[in-house]
C-alpha cells in the first residue's frame, strides 16, 4: 500500500513561485515513478510533470516547460514541485501519483496510487 501526501499550496500572485511537496510512504516510493497532475474546476484532470525513480528523466507539459521544476529525494521519499513565474491559468488542484513501471508517462491511467491533492490558487 502507498499513501502520498501533498503539501505547499496555497494563494500567491502572479509571478511568484511556490513549492509543492508529496511525503511518500510505502517501500516502492524509490523504484517507481512518481508524476504531479492537476485539475481546475471544470476541466479535465491534465499532466503536469513527471520524474524517473532515479531523477534522471523528467517530463513537462508544454505549458509548464521552463518554469516548473520536478525533483525528488529518495532519502526522504519525497517528490517536489518548483513552480516558478505562476499564472493564473496554473490555479487548479495539485494531485501528485505514483506511476506503474510502463506506459507514457503523461497518460494518468498508468498512475496507481494518488494522493489526496493540494490546491493552488494564481491571482492576477
Known amino acids: 500500500q502507498v499513501q502520498l501526501v501533498e503539501s505547499g499550496g496555497g494563494l500567491v500572485q502572479a509571478g511568484d513561485s511556490l513549492r509543492l511537496s508529496c511525503a511518500a510512504s510505502g517501500r516502492t516510493f524509490s523504484i517507481s515513478r512518481m508524476g504531479w497532475f492537476r485539475q481546475a474546476p471544470g476541466k479535465e484532470r491534465e499532466f503536469v510533470a513527471a520524474?524517473?525513480?532515479?531523477?534522471?528523466?523528467?517530463d513537462y507539459a508544454n505549458s509548464v516547460k521552463g518554469r516548473f521544476t520536478i525533483s525528488r529525494d529518495n532519502a526522504k521519499l519525497t517528490v517536489y514541485l518548483q513552480m516558478n513565474s505562476l499564472k493564473p491559468e496554473d490555479t487548479a488542484t495539485y494531485y501528485c501519483a505514483r506511476g506503474k513501471p510502463s506506459g507514457p508517462w503523461s497518460d494518468d491511467r498508468v498512475y496507481d496510487y494518488w494522493g489526496q491533492g493540494t490546491q493552488v490558487t494564481v491571482s492576477s
Open positions: 520524474i524517473s525513480w532515479n531523477g534522471g528523466n523528467t
